[in-house]
């Protein structure tokens, strides 16, 4: 059977920066707060003329670079986000069409900071069943377009950029050795952009009035979860294939929170030189930031040939799950 192995990989960031001085100067807030809660340091931020494709393509062209692929060798594209250009068409298609995959599927997925791990499994399974051969996958946001700046409880968190993996069948011992994935739509309301959907329209006065295009968070909930649900995603992995956390060369988590990672990096037994961190620069940039991650561990050489790698994300819905990979 086909296995899938990651053979690019590409991230584009915005180029402005927002640090917590600046936030300072937005909501009542300190840099000491922010920090010493979050670890985040600072953010990217898109300004005017810049939109969720247009990172998405820069990361997708870097990663189809390294791969070493033309965008007409691609056969899928999949792209998570909760910050599409457009309700519809799928930010997929105008990917496609921008960087000219002219014979790929091309759809978008909804599952917020787990949207580049679902797409990674759908991927997976497309190419272990043989249907595909040549994928990319993209996590991408402009979370700043649906985060209320006047909000100290979340306007802190988020930032926007875009992360993009090439990933091609391969018969050899490397690639995805597993992905799982999980929901629990009980707490959808949890964490969750209330209007500019069918149920408050951006068109209804209320959406504007009650200011229900932004995102909505119990923090502390969210925290609990998350902690407790990437544990769980990572034994799956773990378990799966036999291994332990002793076997992990580099953990990735999705940067979401500096004490979720520090507290599901001990619950697994990681040293900190094992668990890669760039949330200090990024923020949380929901599905773009496992795939930049991993970009930046790629390009910084901290992925060698044989290592195990373990990716782990949870998000809004409740979604969560792993992708265990050897490199
Ligand atoms: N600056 C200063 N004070 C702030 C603040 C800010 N930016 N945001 C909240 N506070 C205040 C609160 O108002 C509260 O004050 P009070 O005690 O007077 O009511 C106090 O700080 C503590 O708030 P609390 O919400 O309990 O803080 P916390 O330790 O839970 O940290 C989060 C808040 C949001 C950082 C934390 O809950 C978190 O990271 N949750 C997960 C969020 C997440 O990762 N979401 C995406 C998941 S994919």
């Not at 979370?143 to 950029?161: A, E, H, K, P, Q």
């Amino acid at each position: 059977m086909p296995r899938a192995r990651i053979t690019g990989t590409g991230s584009a960031l915005p180029g402005k920066i927002v640090t917590n001085a600046d936030l300072e100067r937005m909501v009542e807030t300190s840099d000491e707060w922010i920090t010493t809660r979050t670890g985040i340091k600072e953010r990217r931020i898109a300004v005017e003329g810049e939109f969720t494709s247009t990172f998405a393509v820069q990361a997708a062209r870097r990663a189809l670079e390294m791969a070493g692929i033309g965008p007409d060798e691609l056969d899928l594209i999949i792209l998570g986000t909760v910050t599409p250009d457009f309700p519809f068409p799928a930010t997929a298609c105008i990917i496609q069409h921008e960087i000219g995959a002219h014979n790929a599927a091309a759809f978008d997925l909804s599952a917020a900071c787990s949207g580049f791990l679902y797409g990674l499994s759908i991927a997976d399974n497309y190419i272990r069943g043989g249907l595909k051969k040549k994928a990319l996958v993209i996590g991408a946001e402009v979370l700043s377009r649906i985060v209320d700046w006047s909000d100290r409880n979340t306007c802190i968190l988020f930032g926007d950029g875009s992360g993009a993996a090439v990933l091609e069948a391969t018969e050899g011992d490397s690639g995805i050795l597993s992905t799982h994935i999980f929901s629990n739509g009980s707490f959808w309301e949890t964490l969750y952009q209330p209007g500019c959907g069918s149920r408050n329209p951006g068109s209804c006065g209320r959406t504007i009035d009650e200011r229900l295009f932004y995102i909505r968070m119990e923090g502390n909930d969210v925290f609990k979860h998350a902690v407790r649900a990437m544990e769980e995603a990572a034994f799956a992995a773990l378990n799966a294939n036999d291994l332990s956390a002793s076997d992990i060369s580099l953990f990735i988590p999705h940067q979401a929170n500096r004490r979720i990672i520090d507290a599901t990096g001990k619950r697994l037994g990681l040293g900190e030189d094992r668990v890669f961190v760039n949330l200090h620069h990024y923020g949380n940039t929901s599905s773009a930031s496992i795939p930049i991650a991993l970009d930046e561990a790629n390009r910084a050489g901290r992925l060698k040939a044989g290592d195990i790698a373990l990716l782990d994300a949870f998000g809004g819905g409740f979604t969560w799950g792993s992708a265990l990979l050897r490199w």
